[in-house]
């Protein structure tokens, strides 16, 4: 059984940055595709970021290209998000997600497992 633990969600005024990481237990992690999605209140769960299993290739949601890096360290079975330039409008809560292929995806429904995700709130 794959487990996604998400953590470094909090509090951060609009500018600010944070770092999101996912650790990944399980089956091999460097055989998986990872991505990052988030849900505002309200609003249906959003593509953000995906990387492919050896991180050499990464993607990013219009909204966040040029403030948000995608990463992950193999050897230790995580996957990153690193947030700079924070808006309101990045409130959510961020999933991580794991998909048993070489590369990721936009849709939701071609991730294999899911974190419970973590609580990122920006303020004006």
């Known amino acids: 059984q794959v487990q996604l633990v998400e953590s470094g969600g909090g509090l951060v005024q609009a500018g600010g940055s944070l770092r999101l990481s996912c650790a990944v237990s399980?089956?091999?992690?460097?055989?998986?595709?990872m991505g990052w999605f988030r849900q505002a209140p309200g609003k249906e769960r959003e593509f953000v970021a995906r990387?492919?299993?050896?991180?050499?290739?990464?993607y990013y949601a219009d909204s966040v290209k040029g403030r948000f890096t995608i990463s992950r360290d193999n050897a230790k079975n995580t996957v990153y998000l690193q947030m700079n330039s924070l808006k309101p409008e990045d409130t959510a809560v961020y999933y991580c997600a794991a998909r048993f292929r070489r590369y990721g995806s936009r849709e939701e429904s071609d991730y294999d497992y899911w974190g419970q995700g973590t609580q990122v709130t920006v303020s004006s």
């Open positions: 990387i492919n299993w050896s991180g050499g290739s990464t």
């Open positions: 399980g089956r091999t992690f460097s055989r998986y595709a």
